[in-house]
T-cell receptor
Framework: EDKVVQSPLSLVVHEGDTVTLNCSYE??????LLWYKQEKKAPTFLFML????IEKKSGRLSSILDKKELSSILNITATQTGDSAIYLC?????????????FGTGTRLQVTL | KAGVTQTPRYLIKTRGQQVTLSCSPI?????VSWYQQTPGQGLQFLFE???????NKGNFPGRFSGRQFSNSRSEMNVSTLELGDSALYLC????????????????FGQGTRLTVV
């Protein structure tokens, strides 16, 4: 059974700090790894990482995929209170004729003043 | 471009009842996936539909079912509700090609918060 584990489960940081969120996975027929930010209800897409694109950056956020270690990290520099959210990692795997997303339980980030 | 729309937003049902949730995907998206999110379990995959066909199914009992219509709108049904079915049900749509699988992100709706009492 495909498995995605995120750590830490929760963390609290001060505004301006840098944080690193971790995601490790065990899946069969890996296709891609995705990061989402969930503030209230709808998760919003952040990054997709594949074998051909193992590093992505957008503003203060960046992510790296380590296919050898079957893991990924999401970095947030100079954190702001607006970064407070649950960060979800999901892995897409082939299932023959289709693909499936398996999510981790998420990391709850709280940024305080 | 309108996003993924889920209705209703909130729902309270009693044990034993059944419920139908609706999801309208982004225009042009043909794949619709359903997820159940609870504090302890995180996001759990329920099923995926593409072109009115169920392509993937998660590990949920047969009380959970779904369907997709020709306009790509999808419904999810839960029969004989149990207290443990209380959760946020999220729908996600994505642009998929059944001829060539291209990695693409899924766009989520706001979800339906179901409470079973």
């Amino acid at each position: 059974e495909d498995k995605v584990v995120q750590s830490p489960l929760s963390l609290v940081v001060h505004e301006g700090d840098t944080v690193t969120l971790n995601c490790s996975y065990e899946v069969t027929n890996f296709r891609s790894l995705l990061w989402y930010k969930q503030e209230k209800k709808a998760p919003t897409f952040l990054f997709m990482l594949t074998s051909s694109g193992i590093e992505k950056k957008s503003g203060r956020l960046s992510s790296i995929l380590d296919k050898k270690e079957l893991s990924s990290i999401l970095n947030i520099t100079a954190t702001q209170t607006g970064d407070s959210a649950i960060y979800l990692c999901a892995v897409e795997a082939n299932t023959g004729t289709a693909s499936k997303l398996t999510f981790g339980t998420g990391t709850r980030l709280q940024v305080t003043l | 471009k309108a996003g993924v729309t889920q209705t209703p937003r909130y729902l309270i049902k009693t044990r034993g009842q059944q419920v139908t949730l609706s999801c309208s995907p982004i225009s042009g998206h043909r794949s619709v996936s359903w997820y159940q999110q609870t504090p302890g379990q995180g996001l759990q995959f329920l099923f995926e539909y593409f072109s009115e066909t169920q392509r993937n199914k998660g590990n949920f009992p047969g009380r959970f079912s779904g369907r997709q219509f020709s306009n790509s709108r999808s419904e999810m049904n839960v029969s004989t509700l149990e207290l443990g079915d209380s959760a946020l049900y999220l729908c996600a749509s994505s642009l998929r090609s059944d001829a060539q699988f291209r990695n693409t992100e899924a766009f989520f709706g706001q979800g339906t918060r179901l409470t079973v009492v």
